[in-house]
């Protein structure tokens, strides 16, 4: 065993290792490092996802940016004409659909939703694998015209990532939570040159609330991704906005009125998100896996029709921006991305709402701004300072983020003079929001599972997790033993019920007293002798699993509602049995006094989940 010398003392290598982790795990000076870290891997993860975007995009269409490419053949298809882009989406769908079927279900839609809830409900916990599914699938979406944006999945990479890290560093909940934060804000940070507007989106929509620990090691970790995506991709400002001044002190009007409608297009949208995912839930019969390349067809059609709704749609957002459409068109490019980005969505596509939402704003506000001019020519100031507005007003009219929406605005364009205009039509936008709906496009998908943030569970103890209160697993049934020795097992056991392993130790399922007793009868009824006897894998029942990151509410509710006195409790993965969960085991959670310590038997189990 190694040592080292301080102080004539001999202090073992191994006691000075466990002293240093200890550090990174408990001290303020182990969490900056660990912000930081994380905020390098969320840097490098925006680079990677951004080249891979790039990537794909120009494998699919031989273009940078099909979406400013008008109707365009593919150079490597040319005898397709345009027709190619019919297939581009199906071909993408059947690489991502199954890959994230297999590996990481949540990777699917627009990822916020999920690091919410984790944080919020599952102490931030995220899969590790999230992060690599979720940036293939989403840069096959996006680079095969998927009409979505790149802030959702880099949210989630980012969030991935630092969840990983702290998990690996087994911090506690408090502390892994800012972890994840901090990669959120480091991923919106890196892809859109925005440092404040990746602190701010942590705080307001992922953590939501500001401490000062909190606030300080989400800033370190945004500046530290910030600094890596500018040596990659440049410091320059993401947009390049039209001359900006208020021409009169009346259309601060004008403003207010374009955020009322900003909270109507952005409210709208939600509505139409999560209509159109119902829609194709009711119409694909198939496997999930395949729904992606199905729906490909649909959205292929559509981008045949408009094809400016290829992928991200910067470019074309820039036009808007800088006048280059008539009204008309900008409203059918505003109801053409409402749709398309609903129906990549809806068929299983992986990408964000957040760009979507710009690039609508984009396409009211010049509207509007070029409708007003017209009106009054000598009141008004350009229709693309509108379309910057209005940028913000639907994005917080979706998500009611409004100190997101005004910064993440300013840093993209990297203009202070629309400050006052932008925080007018984002504030009115925000309350008309509220005013329309009591959820959000982040938080109604969430809703809709039957889980609210915002409202507080009625009792704290309830959010525990099963890994916190669940026992040994009692002694299991093999697969092959008899009625009898399963029967006689099961009335010497102080539970209702055994787990039953097959003979590679594979887990089969549970036994009940009942379902041996009802055996038992039925056997002694039978009058003919011919049939053996059932076996306890024969009687083995699957009951609905609990797993170790499961809150104590849905165990409770599960084990109400089912036959027995106790249930298994599985890994992640729902393969491995880990513990049992009995009503007793849960009264003791809820009622045993706060300084009460856990029987040795459940402090050791949880301590060996990672």
Not at 71 to 76: H, T, Y
Not at 162 to 186: F, K, N, P
Not at 571 to 579: I, S, V
């Amino acid at each position: 065993m190694g040592s080292t010398s301080e102080g004539g003392r001999i202090i073992p290598v191994e006691s000075s290792a466990r002293g240093l982790v200890a550090g990174v795990r408990e001290t303020q000076w182990g969490l900056v490092v660990l912000a930081l870290l994380v905020g390098c891997g969320a840097g490098v993860g925006a680079v990677v996802f951004r080249e891979l975007i790039a990537l794909f995009t120009h494998l699919f269409t031989g273009h940078g940016d099909y979406s400013a490419a008008g109707r365009a053949a593919n150079p490597d298809l040319p005898w397709l004409g345009p027709f190619f882009v019919l297939l581009v989406p199906v071909v993408a769908g059947l690489v991502y659909g199954p890959l994230v079927h297999r590996f990481a279900p949540e990777a699917r839609g627009h990822g916020v939703p999920e690091v919410m809830l984790a944080v919020s409900q599952r102490g931030g916990r995220i899969g590790a694998q999230v992060a690599v599914v979720k940036s293939l699938a989403s840069a096959l979406t996006i680079g095969s015209g998927g009409s979505v944006g790149r802030e959702g999945p880099i949210v989630q990479i980012g969030a991935a990532l630092g969840s990983t890290l702290g998990r690996i560093a087994r911090v506690a909940e408090s502390r892994l939570r800012i972890l994840v934060a901090c990669g959120a804000a480091g991923g919106i940070a890196a892809t859109f040159n925005a440092p404040l507007a990746g602190v701010f989106f942590a705080m307001e929509l992922i953590l939501r609330d500001y401490t000062v620990e909190s606030f300080g090691v989400v800033v370190l970790a945004s500046v530290t991704a910030s600094v890596i995506g500018r040596a990659v991709f440049g410091s320059a400002s993401f947009m390049s906005p039209p001359d900006f001044h208020v021409a009169h002190p009346v259309e601060y009007i004008l403003f207010a009125v374009l955020g009322l409608l900003g909270a109507l297009v952005g409210v709208g949208f939600t509505r139409v998100l999560y209509g159109m995912e119902d829609l194709c839930d009711r119409l694909w019969r198939g496997p999930e896996w395949l729904r992606p390349a199905a729906g490909g067809l649909l959205l292929g059609g559509l981008l045949l029709a408009v094809p400016q709704m290829y992928g991200v749609g910067y470019p074309v957002l820039q036009n808007a921006v800088n006048g280059r459409y008539v009204i008309g068109f900008l409203l059918l490019l505003l109801a053409a991305k409402i749709l398309a980005t609903s129906l990549t969505i809806g068929i299983g596509g992986s990408g964000g709402v957040f760009a979507p939402s710009l690039f609508m704003g984009a396409m009211l506000g010049s509207a509007f701004g070029a409708a007003a001019h017209q009106l009054a020519p000598s009141i008004t100031t350009s229709p693309g300072a509108y379309g910057l507005v209005g940028m913000g007003a639907v994005f917080a009219g979706a998500a009611r983020a409004p100190i997101t929406a005004v910064v993440i605005l300013f840093e993209l364009t990297g203009e202070y003079s629309i400050i006052l205009p932008m925080m007018t039509a984002i504030v009115v936008a925000a309350l008309a929001g509220r005013g329309l709906s009591d959820s959000t496009v982040y938080s109604l998908k969430l809703r809709r599972r039957g889980i609210d943030l915002d409202k507080p569970p009625a009792d704290p103890r309830l959010t525990r997790r099963v890994a916190h209160v669940m026992e040994p697993v009692p002694g299991p049934l093999p697969g092959a033993v008899s009625l009898e020795d399963a029967s006689r097992r099961l009335a010497l056991s102080e539970h209702g019920a055994l787990p039953v392993l097959d003979e590679q130790g594979a887990y089969q399922g549970v036994v009940t007293a009942r379902a041996a007793a009802e055996a038992l009868a039925d056997i002694e009824s039978q009058t003919d002798a011919a049939h053996d006897p059932p076996t306890a894998g024969a009687l083995a029942q699957m009951p609905t699993p609990l797993t170790t990151e499961m809150p104590l509410a849905d165990a409770l509710h599960i084990l109400t509602t089912t036959d027995g006195t106790g249930l298994p409790v599985l890994d992640g993965e729902r393969t491995l049995l880990t513990g049992w969960v009995t009503h007793q085991a849960v009264l003791r959670a809820l009622y045993a006094p706060s300084n009460a310590q856990p029987s040795a038997g459940r402090t050791h189990l949880a301590s060996t989940i990672p």
